[in-house]
DNA sequence: GACCAGGCACATC
DNA sequence: GATGTGCATGGT
């Protein structure tokens, strides 16, 4: 019943909004600095950030390990937390070097989709949803991405249970929506963008695609 | 000025 | 295992 009910909320979304083009940005390596930067950050600031690094030539592999951790910051500095979020970046950089003598992605690319999360997920400072959106949108793994939108739009529309956790909700999505990596990479960007524009805390949604749905059903009881 | 934004690690109970 | 706190900028 999930299956069915998941695939009307993704057509009511893309109907409405259409293909989001995710993830923005040129390279693999600007994807994962972005999914590390993006932490509890709105993503403007980290365009910001991310725009410093490439007039500066850093948003390189090969720059990104040289560059030290005080330029780094500062570098970083519009996307907030600068120094735990340079930290994680280098941290992220040192395990690539650890994977191969070249420090290049081609190791994680020849890495299964488990084990490849699990690696991700023993570095500091990436959790479950930035080694997801790592998994998801730079390597191209079918992994369905969670984050605070998910758990509102799905908790609003009173198809979570109190709760639930992030494993469990990545397993509704991945178990009930046929394993495409280019499904799962629409549908979450298509939360994002539902969750910015009509579904934003303590405010009602107007004009929410998924009103004929079960209209705030659950409002404001699953607040994040 | 308060609240929010595409989390995570760590301390404490 | 659950809950609380620090990390920080920039837009609304």
Not at 16 to 22: A, D, I, K, N
Not at 104 to 132: C, F, H, M, N, Y
Not at 170 to 187: M, Q, T, V
Request: with cysteine; proline share 4%.
């Amino acid at each position: 019943m999930y299956s069915e009910k998941l695939m009307e909320i993704y057509g009511l979304l893309y109907d409405r909004y259409g293909p989001q083009h995710w993830w923005p940005g040129d390279s693999r390596i600007e994807i994962i600095v972005g999914a590390i930067l993006t932490q509890n950050t709105n993503w403007g600031n980290v365009e910001k950030a991310i725009a410093n690094l490439k007039s500066a030539g850093c948003l390189t592999v090969q720059r990104l390990g040289e560059v030290d951790i005080a330029t780094l910051s500062e570098l970083i500095r519009p996307a907030g937390y600068y120094n735990i979020k340079a930290r994680r970046l280098k941290n992220f950089m040192e395990w690539l070097n650890d994977q191969t003598p070249s420090g290049s992605l081609d190791a994680a690319e020849a890495t299964v989709t488990e084990l490849l999360r699990e690696q991700l997920l023993t570095v500091k400072g990436i959790g479950p949803e930035t080694a997801d959106s790592i998994l998801l949108y730079a390597f191209e793994r079918c992994v369905f991405v969670v984050d605070t939108y998910t758990y509102r739009v799905l908790g609003r529309h009173g198809l979570l249970d109190h709760d639930n956790d992030y494993e469990q909700i990545r397993d509704l999505f991945e178990s009930n929506l046929r394993r495409d990596a280019g499904l799962f990479n629409e549908y979450h960007a298509l939360l994002v963008r539902l969750g910015k524009e009509h579904c934003r805390p303590k405010a009602k949604c107007a004009g929410c695609p998924l009103e004929s749905l079960a209209p705030n059903a659950q409002w404001p009881a699953c607040e994040v």
